[in-house]
């Protein structure tokens, strides 16, 4: 009697590939490519970043990404952007606060923001 062959797994078109990632809050988790966005920074690699929303908490996560897991997840489909061109710009004058934040709004409220300010 022939022996019986171990079934294949589904071929690679079914299976969807996931990646294996963690939340802070929830743990352990399986996520699809398309659940993530990958952002390289050509000119500085140290500000390159991933980032999901978790599906069990809803908290967007968002880890550094070093050269090699720029290359595991663009490798495994994850989709890549790039990083803004403000992202690089020399900032001057102190950080802003809450406090700056919300005269803001007051003032865009009022009106009373010049044109060209």
Request: aromatic share 4%; charged share 20%; proline share 13%.
């Amino acid at each position: 009697m022939p022996e019986k062959q171990p079934r294949d797994p589904a071929p690679p078109a079914q299976r969807r590939p996931t990646i294996t990632c963690s939340c802070p809050s929830c743990g352990t988790l399986e996520l699809e490519p398309c659940d993530f966005l990958l952002v390289v920074c050509a000119a500085d690699a140290e500000r390159s970043f991933y980032q999901f929303t978790c599906p069990q908490c809803s908290s967007l996560v968002t880890k550094h990404a070093s050269p090699r897991v720029v290359e595991g997840l663009a490798s495994r489909g994850v989709p890549v952007g790039g990083l803004p061109a403000e992202a690089l710009e020399e900032r001057a004058g102190p950080p802003l606060t809450t406090d700056d934040l919300l005269d803001l709004v007051l003032a865009l409220e009022r009106g009373d923001i010049p044109a060209g300010a």
